[in-house]
């Protein structure tokens, strides 16, 4: 089974699997990793690596959806991603919102990390969308 971790900077990680959960339920195998203002960098890159090596040693791959690209979390995340030697592979994904949180609780059987994160940005894609009102009017039926 894979291991989830979301990253990013506030409360926005915390505030993620809390939505998540609201609407899926249990996610054992999801954790949210914050980087506090008062915190600092250094105390989020401990947190972080504790939570990256619990991860690699419980799980088949480790999947890193982080909320910016080249931000602290996923900077953190590619260096332990491309550092050799973890038992287990790490994926990265940069631009985590909730329907990519809830479309990973569906992946965690899948066998292999990267393959998962390659879905879920294809997924996540599609998941964006905006409202275009109809072009005549339209009866309201609520």
């Known amino acids: 089974m894979l291991t989830v ?6 409360p926005l990680a915390d505030a993620l699997l809390t939505s998540a959960r ?11 990793v914050t980087l506090e203002e008062h915190g600092g960098i250094t105390a989020f890159q401990q947190v972080f690596t504790d939570a990256l090596t619990e991860a690699v040693y419980h799980s088949r791959g480790v999947l890193v959806l982080c909320d910016l690209q080249s931000g602290t979390p996923f900077n953190l995340a590619c260096r332990f991603a491309m550092t ?4 287990v592979p790490v994926a990265v994904v940069a631009g985590v919102n909730l329907p990519m949180v809830l479309m990973s609780a569906e992946l965690l059987e899948e066998p292999d990390v990267h393959q998962v994160a390659r879905r879920l940005i294809a997924q996540a894609r ?15 039926l609520f």
């Open 5 to 10: 971790i979301i990253a990013g900077h506030g």
């Open 22 to 32: 609201m609407i899926w339920g249990a996610l054992p195998r999801t954790h949210a």
């Open 84 to 87: 050799p030697g973890h038992p």
């Open 126 to 140: 599609e998941a964006v969308s905006g409202f275009r009102p109809a072009a005549a009017p339209q009866p309201d």
